[in-house]
Structure formats: structure tokens, C-alpha cells
């Protein structure tokens, strides 16, 4: 087990790194306030891991309320979250209460809101259970859910108490899902770490393998990476931005084929090589160094071309971007793999010429 | 004008208090981080003041939104809380973009709550227009809306940039509505300001008249003693919880008759003194004591008397109340004119007694 601890003064929370995690109740006690947890699950997830969790807490004397939610991206709405309102509410649940979400990103983003919000905030714990969410958005503290308008529009940063990324749960994984979450290990290599990119470039073999110590170096050096990232700028107004490379073209990605249709390492795999089409135009990144971007994502089975939306609808839906200031369109761009810029400088006509999508 | 500055840290923010400041675009401008703000208000107070408060911004060129929802406690719930999400979505408000609250408690908590969790966080100036919204929930960044199952059961701490509290809007009020008002006035000299409590007896005639000067001095230090508390205990952890005198009773009473059906000061009256009935029963307050809160109740024209919902009903409602700890129920009680605590360490017979209704 390797133990990474997020930095953010009286916020600060360990992440737990390793095999069989998730039955070792003696990593979750001291972090709960009263003997009682609530346990937000999906019906993927609840056969494979429910109990494997549960049993092990219930044995040391903790009650455990189990929510099981429907599952799919389309379920991260207000309908389900208020299923886990519903649920904490007639099992009255107090402040002392702990949450704990057992799932993807999906249950961590809708768990930690209902954490948030819940009699304005009771404490939870992470326990990602997919590679994206191991290595994204368990690091962080962004919690939300989706609106007919637009994905994570509504949310609150919020801090677990522990996180708990058991890999062992990945081999329950679908492997475009597993892909999926490659995508984002890719991304921290890309945008601040060129020695992890060469790592991966020379261990996406045994990665996609699962192999049990690559897995484990992958996931922590994310982490790493993340944790560092959200430490120096918790609120998203600086670096923290560069974590959302490939995001502003994915998400209008997401948004148009309908959430759920392209997984989300899917839309950024395929935005990410968007902004480094984009890079190249204005001369920030060489075709060669694109090159090594798209060979990588194919060794991860990753998509490299977006869906042809026509330039307009692609500005409408990116126009919608949290990253929006003051109606101009910021994105993150490349100079050089290992390094990413966040600016809205670029010439405008490039943008759209990377948006007709010829590639 | 005058001033009161709330002491959070990077958080702080400054309560002005007087005539006329509605109108005074130049009070709000300093605090814009863009030229753009989204008033939310409601249907009974925008006839009244949107135009007075929207008219004087937009001549300095600030684009001015305006959603108008539907008034009443009945409305403070997810349902109405997605129409500021939907309206601030389809004019594509940014993180930048600033939320005005302009209306009573339930436009500032609702409004308070959606700037907290739109885009996880936008930020918001508080225009109260009622007396109690002026004295209670303007000061100490409690947001949220109403869950079928309790009150303010889904929620965040948020803190305002500015509230503006305008004593010219409480002329509009209903009498009913001001009495509620006067309600927590009180409360502040019962729980720890018994000079207070003294000038509020001398003054309840002028008060209850809306007198210019002693309107704006029982608002001023309402304020001063919330915020007093609330910069020592931001959380809610320790003496803040003061603050919730006679609201475990009256929560009750107000879950119990159906939102809107009592007001929420009024509930507060006559749970405060079923809390001093219990105080009183416990040997800690005398029963002359008690008549002076009856009688300051009475002056202000607030029940004393809470409905006979029989003890079991009581006792089952407040069981959920949020300042429960391990299933306890800890209540605010009086020691003294000016002196509240805190406790859970009570005979429960003796609240049982409370509960019969035998006054």
C-alpha cells in the first residue's frame, strides 16, 4: 500500500494506494465520528463490492445504511441525488453521519454533493472503485451533478476524509472504461510531467495489463501529480485549469452525442488531440510531438478524432464552459508534452480550422 | 448608514444599515468582479423594489437579470431552486457573474444556496426586505431549501460579499410578518445581551411603529450579536447553536401545521417559551422571569402559546432536528434573562411535561 497525503491545511486527507483495501474496516474507523456510515452505491457495483465493504464495518459494531442508485452518467441528476437525501433523511441520518461513495465518478461526484449539502455538510470518504476516479476525481474536492444544460453546472468543493483507491476493483472493469481512465493518467504526463510520459509511453503495455505494480505507480503519480496541482490553487482560478486540458472540446463532445454515449476519457482523448491540433497551428507544438500524443492514446485504445459538429455548434456548446471569463473561450493548450498553457490568446481563425476537424 | 463589518477571515464582509440604500448602485459596485448580476426576488417583492434596485445599476451599465419566483415557504425546494439554475444557464452566467438576493429569508437562503452550488460557487450580495431576514439570516452564510421530510435539510455554509439591510423596505411589510421579525430581535437579548433585552421593553411601542432610529438600532445590534457569534463559531459547533433558541420547538410547530401556515418568528415565540417553561421547570429561570418574556412577546403581538400536537408527535419531529448528537436531543434553554446554553443533560420527564402543553 502507498499512502499519498493531500495538502490543504485543516482539509488535508490521506489517499490509500494498494491491494484489497476495501474489507480493511481498520483503515476507515478513525475517521468516522459516530458508528454510523451510509454507504452510496450503484447496481453495478453493489453485487461485486457492497458487501466486501459492509460486512467487515458491521462486524466492528458500525450500522450500515445501504443506498443503492441506478447507474450510468444519466442518473447524475437532481432526481437520484434527492434518492440519497431521501434515504439519509427517513434513516435520520445526523451531522456525525459519514458517507462513504463505492463507485465510479459518477457516485463520487454525486456523494460528495450529497455530503456537502446534507444538513450543510456531514463528512465522507472515497472509495473509487474505476481507474478515471482513482486517478481524477477522487483528488480534489470537486462534487456536483449534471443539468439539462450542461455537465457539473451545479456543485460545491468539498474534501473527503480519506480516500481509499483499492485496484483490485479494476479488474472488474469494463476495458473501454479502463481506457477511459488511461486517458486522464495520460493528461497529468501531458500537461506538467514529461518523465511520467515517457514511464507510460514505455509501460502502456503492462498498464492496460493491469499489472499490479505498474497500476499502482500509475495511479499513485496521478495522485501525485493532482494533489500538487489542487494544493497550490484549491478553487480553480490559476494552474488548477491545466487539469482540464481536452475538457472544454470533450465536454461539448459529451454534450452533444447525449452524456452517456462517449465515456468522459473518451471526449478527452479526443479533445486533448483537438488542443494539440490546435497547439500545432500556432506553432507551439510539432507534428512529431502530436504524433506521440495519438500513438499513445491508440496504445490505450483511446479515440483520437471527435465528432465532426460543424464549427458553430462546437463554439455554442464550449461557449457554456465553466472556464468561460468575461465571454472569451480559455483553453488549455501544449508548448511541448510535459507543459500546458491556459490562455484565451490565440488567433481565433485557428480555433475554428482545429474545429472543421481537419485533422 | 451605519456599518457593521463581519469578521471570517478572507471571508469577512460589511452590513450597511439604514434608509434609502436600495437605490445606491454605487454601495454595490465595488464588490462586481464583471458588469453583470442576476437579482432574484419574488412576485410580491418586485413590483415593490426590483425597478429601484435593477433602474439605478443599469445606468452605471451593468446587465441586469431578473428572475421573479414564486413567493412563499412553500416554494423554498428543489423545484424552484432549478428555476435560478435554469434562468442563470440560459443568460450563460459565469463564475464571474454576481447573485442579488432581494427579498425575505427564502429568497436569501435560496438565492444563497444556488450561489454556492452554481458552477461551485459564484458570489452573491443579500438585499433583506424583511425585519427577520434583516436580523437572522442576512449574518452567517447558512443557505439552503426545505426537504419534504424538514426544514432546511439540504444546505450550505456560504458567505455573502455585502448585505444591505434598507429599514425603508419594512414599511411594506405586514404587521404579521414585522411581529415575526421582532421575534428574533428578542431572541438575541434573551440568549446573551440582557441590556438589550432591557432597551427592546423600553422600546417595543417605537419599534413595532417602525421608528427610524430605533429600527435601525434593534437591526444594528441584532446584526452585531449574530455576528458576534457566528465570527467565534462559524460551523455551528458550539455557542452558535444559542442562536437556534426556541427553533428545536419551533421547527416542530412549523413541520407539524405545514410551511407557511405559521410564520417562522412566530414558531420561534412559542417555542421559546415552551424553552423557557422547561428552563423554568429545571429551576433556572424564575417565573417572573418568564412573564417578562411572555409579556415583551405579547407587546410585539407574538403567540405565547405552541399548538397541542401531544408529546409523542413533538418528540418525533424534533428528533430530526440537526443539532441532534447521538440521538439525543440537545435544546437551547435559559439561565437568566441574557444567558442561553446549550445542553442535552435535562430531566426528560420534565421536557415531556413541557410538551403537554401545560403552560
Redesign the interface.
Known amino acids: 500500500m502507498q499512502t499519498l497525503q493531500v495538502e490543504l491545511g485543516n482539509r488535508s486527507y490521506p489517499i490509500h494506494i494498494g491491494q484489497n483495501l476495501l474489507s480493511q474496516a481498520e483503515l476507515i474507523l478513525p475517521y468516522l465520528k459516530?458508528k454510523q456510515v451510509a454507504i452510496v452505491t450503484n447496481t453495478t457495483v453493489a453485487p461485486l463490492y457492497l458487501e466486501k465493504l459492509a460486512a467487515p464495518l458491521r462486524a466492528t459494531g458500525v450500522s450500515v445504511i445501504e443506498i443503492v442508485l441506478p447507474d450510468g452518467e444519466a442518473y447524475k441528476n437532481?432526481e437520484t441525488l434527492?434518492l440519497i437525501?431521501?434515504a439519509l433523511?427517513?434513516n435520520?441520518c445526523?451531522?456525525?453521519t459519514t458517507l462513504i461513495a463505492l463507485g465510479g465518478g459518477v457516485i463520487g461526484d454525486m456523494t460528495g454533493y450529497a455530503a456537502?449539502?446534507?444538513?450543510?455538510?456531514v463528512p465522507f470518504i472515497q472509495i473509487p472503485t474505476t481507474l478515471l476516479s482513482q486517478v481524477d476525481s477522487s483528488v480534489g474536492g470537486?462534487?456536483?451533478i449534471n443539468?439539462p444544460?450542461?455537465k457539473?453546472?451545479?456543485?460545491?468543493?468539498y474534501q473527503p476524509q480519506l480516500v481509499l483507491a483499492d485496484i483490485d476493483t479494476l479488474k472488474t472493469l469494463p476495458t473501454r472504461e479502463l481506457s477511459a481512465g488511461v486517458a486522464e493518467v495520460i493528461k497529468y504526463g501531458l500537461i506538467r510531467d514529461v518523465k511520467f510520459f515517457d514511464w507510460l509511453e514505455a509501460n502502456m503495455t503492462k498498464l492496460m495489463a493491469l499489472d499490479t505494480s505498474v497500476t499502482t505507480e500509475a495511479v499513485y503519480h496521478s495522485c501525485f501529480n493532482k494533489a500538487e496541482v489542487v494544493a497550490a490553487d484549491e478553487?480553480e482560478t490559476g494552474e488548477r485549469a491545466t487539469l482540464n486540458l481536452g475538457h472544454t472540446f470533450g465536454h461539448a463532445v459529451e454534450n452533444a452525442m447525449g452524456y452517456g454515449v462517449w465515456l468522459h476519457g473518451e471526449a478527452v482523448a479526443a479533445g486533448t488531440m483537438m488542443a494539440a491540433d490546435l497547439s500545432k497551428r500556432l506553432g507551439w507544438l510539432s507534428a512529431a510531438e502530436v504524433e506521440r500524443i495519438a500513438t499513445i492514446f491508440k496504445a490505450a485504445n483511446l479515440p483520437i478524432e471527435a465528432p465532426d459538429l460543424g464549427v458553430d455548434k462546437y463554439m455554442d456548446l464550449m461557449?457554456?464552459d465553466?472556464k468561460?471569463?468575461?465571454g472569451k473561450i480559455r483553453l488549455v493548450l501544449q508548448q511541448g508534452i510535459g507543459k500546458s498553457v491556459v490562455t484565451s490568446d490565440y488567433d481565433p481563425q485557428a480555433l475554428r480550422q482545429t474545429l472543421t476537424m481537419a485533422l
Open positions: 459516530r437532481t434527492n437525501y431521501d433523511l427517513k435520520r445526523e451531522r456525525s456537502a449539502t446534507y444538513l450543510r455538510g470537486k462534487t456536483g443539468h444544460l450542461g457539473n453546472m451545479i456543485g460545491a468543493f478553487h461557449g457554456l465553466k468561460v471569463i468575461d
